[in-house]
Protein backbone atom coordinates (compact mmCIF):
# COMPACT_ATOMS: atom_id res chain seq x y z
CA UNK A 1 0.00 0.00 0.00
CA UNK A 2 2.81 2.41 0.90
CA UNK A 3 4.79 1.64 -2.28
CA UNK A 4 1.54 2.28 -4.53
CA UNK A 5 1.11 5.91 -2.58
CA UNK A 6 4.61 6.28 -3.11
CA UNK A 7 4.09 5.69 -7.02
CA UNK A 8 1.16 8.00 -7.11
CA UNK A 9 3.04 10.86 -5.52
CA UNK A 10 5.61 10.41 -7.87
CA UNK A 11 3.33 9.93 -10.51
CA UNK A 12 1.79 13.65 -9.81
CA UNK A 13 5.02 15.30 -9.07
CA UNK A 14 5.99 14.11 -12.62
CA UNK A 15 2.93 15.84 -13.75
CA UNK A 16 3.27 19.14 -10.85
CA UNK A 17 6.80 19.87 -11.92
CA UNK A 18 6.25 22.71 -14.55
CA UNK A 19 3.23 24.01 -11.72
CA UNK A 20 5.43 23.86 -8.79
CA UNK A 21 8.48 25.43 -10.32
CA UNK A 22 6.58 28.74 -11.08
CA UNK A 23 5.17 28.77 -7.69
CA UNK A 24 8.29 28.50 -6.27
CA UNK A 25 9.70 31.44 -8.96
CA UNK A 26 6.34 33.21 -7.53
CA UNK A 27 7.41 32.69 -3.49
CA UNK A 28 11.42 33.62 -4.84
CA UNK A 29 10.63 36.98 -6.36
CA UNK A 30 8.55 37.95 -3.73
CA UNK A 31 10.49 37.25 -1.44
CA UNK A 32 13.51 38.95 -3.12
CA UNK A 33 11.28 42.01 -3.42
CA UNK A 34 10.01 42.00 0.11
CA UNK A 35 12.95 44.80 1.20
CA UNK A 36 12.34 47.15 -1.56
CA UNK A 37 8.58 46.55 -0.36
CA UNK A 38 9.42 47.15 2.79
CA UNK A 39 11.30 50.53 2.23
CA UNK A 40 8.01 51.58 0.48
CA UNK A 41 5.90 50.71 2.62
CA UNK A 42 7.41 53.17 5.39
CA UNK A 43 5.82 55.64 3.27
CA UNK A 44 2.87 54.10 1.34
CA UNK A 45 0.26 51.81 2.28
CA UNK A 46 1.17 48.23 1.36
CA UNK A 47 -0.57 47.62 -1.69
CA UNK A 48 0.66 50.81 -3.15
CA UNK A 49 4.30 49.94 -1.99
CA UNK A 50 3.88 46.75 -3.71
CA UNK A 51 2.88 48.27 -6.86
CA UNK A 52 5.64 50.99 -7.17
CA UNK A 53 8.54 47.73 -5.99
CA UNK A 54 7.00 45.58 -9.17
CA UNK A 55 6.96 48.56 -11.60
CA UNK A 56 10.43 49.72 -10.58
CA UNK A 57 11.81 46.38 -11.33
CA UNK A 58 9.60 45.95 -14.13
CA UNK A 59 10.55 49.24 -15.61
CA UNK A 60 14.24 48.94 -15.44
CA UNK A 61 13.75 45.58 -17.00
CA UNK A 62 11.89 47.38 -19.79
CA UNK A 63 14.59 50.12 -20.35
CA UNK A 64 17.11 47.18 -20.28
CA UNK A 65 15.17 45.79 -23.34
CA UNK A 66 14.47 49.23 -24.74
CA UNK A 67 18.33 49.88 -24.55
CA UNK A 68 19.07 46.25 -25.93
CA UNK A 69 16.77 47.06 -28.98
CA UNK A 70 18.57 49.04 -31.22
CA UNK A 71 21.86 46.57 -30.97
CA UNK A 72 19.25 43.74 -32.20
CA UNK A 73 17.74 45.74 -34.95
CA UNK A 74 21.42 46.39 -36.08
CA UNK A 75 22.25 43.10 -35.95
CA UNK A 76 19.76 41.84 -38.07
CA UNK A 77 20.12 44.62 -40.35
CA UNK A 78 23.90 43.51 -40.91
CA UNK A 79 22.13 39.74 -41.21
CA UNK A 80 20.50 41.27 -44.31
CA UNK A 81 23.34 42.66 -45.97
CA UNK A 82 25.73 39.56 -45.53
CA UNK A 83 23.03 36.87 -46.37
CA UNK A 84 23.09 36.92 -50.03
CA UNK A 85 26.46 36.35 -49.33
CA UNK A 86 26.74 33.73 -47.44
CA UNK A 87 24.07 31.77 -49.83
CA UNK A 88 26.30 32.84 -52.87
CA UNK A 89 29.42 30.80 -50.87
CA UNK A 90 27.35 27.95 -50.54
CA UNK A 91 26.30 27.61 -53.82
CA UNK A 92 29.71 28.00 -55.26
CA UNK A 93 31.41 26.18 -52.79
CA UNK A 94 28.84 23.23 -51.70
CA UNK A 95 26.55 23.41 -55.29
CA UNK A 96 23.59 23.71 -52.58
CA UNK A 97 20.60 26.38 -54.50
CA UNK A 98 18.04 28.28 -52.92
CA UNK A 99 15.18 25.63 -53.60
CA UNK A 100 17.70 22.65 -51.77
CA UNK A 101 17.94 24.60 -48.68
CA UNK A 102 14.45 25.83 -48.51
CA UNK A 103 13.40 22.12 -48.33
CA UNK A 104 15.63 21.84 -45.66
CA UNK A 105 14.92 24.60 -44.04
CA UNK A 106 11.14 23.61 -44.07
CA UNK A 107 11.82 21.12 -41.43
CA UNK A 108 13.58 23.55 -39.32
CA UNK A 109 10.38 25.54 -39.62
CA UNK A 110 8.63 23.32 -38.34
CA UNK A 111 11.07 22.93 -35.16
CA UNK A 112 11.26 26.87 -35.15
CA UNK A 113 7.30 26.91 -34.63
CA UNK A 114 7.53 24.22 -31.97
CA UNK A 115 10.61 26.57 -30.07
CA UNK A 116 8.15 29.83 -30.81
CA UNK A 117 4.78 28.04 -29.11
CA UNK A 118 7.36 27.03 -26.34
CA UNK A 119 8.33 30.76 -26.06
CA UNK A 120 4.91 32.02 -25.62
CA UNK A 121 3.99 29.45 -22.71
CA UNK A 122 7.16 30.50 -20.88
CA UNK A 123 6.30 33.80 -21.23
CA UNK A 124 2.11 33.44 -20.56
CA UNK A 125 3.67 30.86 -17.26
CA UNK A 126 6.17 33.68 -16.52
CA UNK A 127 3.14 36.65 -16.28
CA UNK A 128 1.20 34.18 -14.17
CA UNK A 129 3.97 33.69 -11.78
CA UNK A 130 4.66 37.80 -11.56
CA UNK A 131 1.14 37.95 -10.94
CA UNK A 132 1.29 35.72 -8.07
CA UNK A 133 4.45 36.66 -6.57
CA UNK A 134 1.89 40.55 -6.36
CA UNK A 135 -0.74 38.52 -5.09
CA UNK A 136 2.07 36.79 -2.49
CA UNK A 137 3.79 40.44 -1.69
CA UNK A 138 0.27 41.78 -0.66
CA UNK A 139 -0.03 39.19 2.01
CA UNK A 140 2.94 39.74 4.53
CA UNK A 141 2.63 36.91 6.38
CA UNK A 142 3.34 34.41 3.32
CA UNK A 143 6.53 36.19 2.18
CA UNK A 144 9.57 33.83 2.84
CA UNK A 145 12.65 35.20 5.07
CA UNK A 146 10.63 37.74 6.60
CA UNK A 147 10.25 37.91 10.14
CA UNK A 148 6.96 37.05 11.78
CA UNK A 149 6.33 38.32 15.27
CA UNK A 150 3.90 35.78 17.56
CA UNK A 151 1.41 37.84 19.33
CA UNK A 152 -0.08 35.33 22.22
CA UNK A 153 -3.82 34.99 23.61
CA UNK A 154 -2.73 37.67 25.97
CA UNK A 155 -1.74 39.88 23.03
CA UNK A 156 1.82 42.47 22.28
CA UNK A 157 3.54 42.45 26.17
CA UNK A 158 4.56 46.23 26.72
CA UNK A 159 8.20 46.66 28.67
CA UNK A 160 8.26 49.54 29.82
CA UNK A 161 10.33 52.03 32.48
CA UNK A 162 8.38 51.11 35.85
CA UNK A 163 6.88 53.79 36.93
CA UNK A 164 5.30 54.80 33.64
CA UNK A 165 1.95 54.45 32.16
CA UNK A 166 2.77 51.15 30.47
CA UNK A 167 4.53 48.92 32.80
CA UNK A 168 5.27 44.98 32.38
CA UNK A 169 2.08 42.75 32.82
CA UNK A 170 1.99 41.65 36.61
CA UNK A 171 2.97 38.45 36.53
CA UNK A 172 6.32 39.25 34.72
CA UNK A 173 7.15 42.06 36.93
CA UNK A 174 10.60 41.80 38.73
CA UNK A 175 9.73 41.79 42.95
Not at 9 to 22: C, G, N, R
Not at 36 to 54: D, E, I, K, Q, T
Not at 55 to 75: D, E, H, I, S, T
Amino acid sequence: MSLALFLLFLWALSHLYSLLLWVFLAFTLAGALDPLVGLFARRFPRPSAVFLAYLLVLGAMGLGFYLAAPLLVLQFHHLGEVLPQVLRWLEDNLGLTLPDLASSLFTSAHVAGDLLLRVGETVSQLVLALVLAVMIALEPHLVPGRRHTFQGAAGPRCWRIPGSAWAAPRHLRLR
